[in-house]
């Protein structure tokens, strides 16, 4: 079994419990409120803004022999390049003022994911940060096409209010063969642990947000 198969197979429970939340299987179903759509995009915002500080922290963390890993990184940082701006687009065609949402706070549950990942890299192993790399995009392709979908329908919005999940609903397909590709080279025992340990942590926090987000107050 090659580690990428390995890592689906050790984070199934995790998985699970993120995709159980109530709030992904109601939006899945377009059951949620414009409110919650744009408390949703408002978290999305605080947690996307750091992808590519992340990208770029974990790059300059890794040692030569991990120039493959450097590569992919730039390749990363490429493509999430401001696609923070997508979603305050989103959050405007909503009906909504995005610009109280760049002066807002992150929820507590966005916030301590955003610092875990950081910690993962400064801390410990910054391999591990692919860890979230692997819930966030995995997470995009099963779910994100689908509920803009259902959404779209139920709130009568048009397809520029849903321009973040459409994207990566499609776009993180590509990035997933490119992950499974990725972390395939790996040899390092501890690199391999790192992730899945990292994985399942942000597993658990990024479903910490989904659940927290029904009782969020939306700052917009």
């Known amino acids: 079994m090659?580690?990428?198969?390995?890592?689906?197979?050790?984070?199934?429970?995790?998985?699970?419990?993120?995709y159980a939340a109530p709030m992904i299987q109601s939006a899945l179903k377009g059951e949620i409120s414009k409110h919650t759509y744009v408390t949703?995009?408002?978290?999305?915002?605080?947690?996307?803004?750091?992808?590519?500080?992340?990208?770029?922290a974990c790059g300059s963390r890794l040692s030569s022999e991990y120039e493959f890993m450097?590569?992919?990184i730039t390749e990363y940082i490429e493509e999430e390049y401001g696609h923070e701006q997508w979603i305050l687009n989103d959050i405007k065609h909503c009906g909504f003022n995005p610009e109280t949402v760049k002066q807002s706070r992150p929820h507590l549950t966005t916030d301590l994911m955003v610092r875990y990942a950081y910690?993962?890299?400064?801390?410990?192993n910054p391999?591990?940060?692919?860890?979230?790399?692997f819930v966030?995009?995995?997470?995009?392709t099963a779910l994100a096409t689908q509920a803009a979908e259902a959404l779209k329908t139920s709130l009568q919005l048009p397809n520029k209010a849903f321009s973040y999940l459409l994207s990566h609903g499609s776009l993180d397909q590509d990035h997933v063969q490119f992950f499974e590709q990725l972390v395939n080279?790996?040899?390092?025992?501890?690199?391999?642990?790192?992730?899945?340990?990292?994985?399942k942590a942000i597993f658990k926090l990024y479903g910490d947000i989904f659940r927290a987000i029904p009782n969020m107050e939306l700052p917009v």
């Open 2 to 18: 090659n580690f990428y198969d390995k890592l689906i197979q050790q984070t199934e429970q995790d998985r699970n419990e993120l």
């Open 40 to 56: 949703f995009l408002s978290q999305a915002y605080h947690h996307v803004r750091h992808t590519v500080p992340l990208l770029m």
């Open 70 to 72: 450097k590569k992919a």
């Open 119 to 124: 910690h993962q890299i400064d801390r410990e």
């Open 127 to 133: 391999v591990g940060f692919f860890g979230m790399v």
């Open 136 to 140: 966030l995009e995995g997470t995009s």
């Open 185 to 199: 080279q790996l040899s390092d025992e501890k690199d391999k642990q790192a992730i899945i340990h990292s994985a």
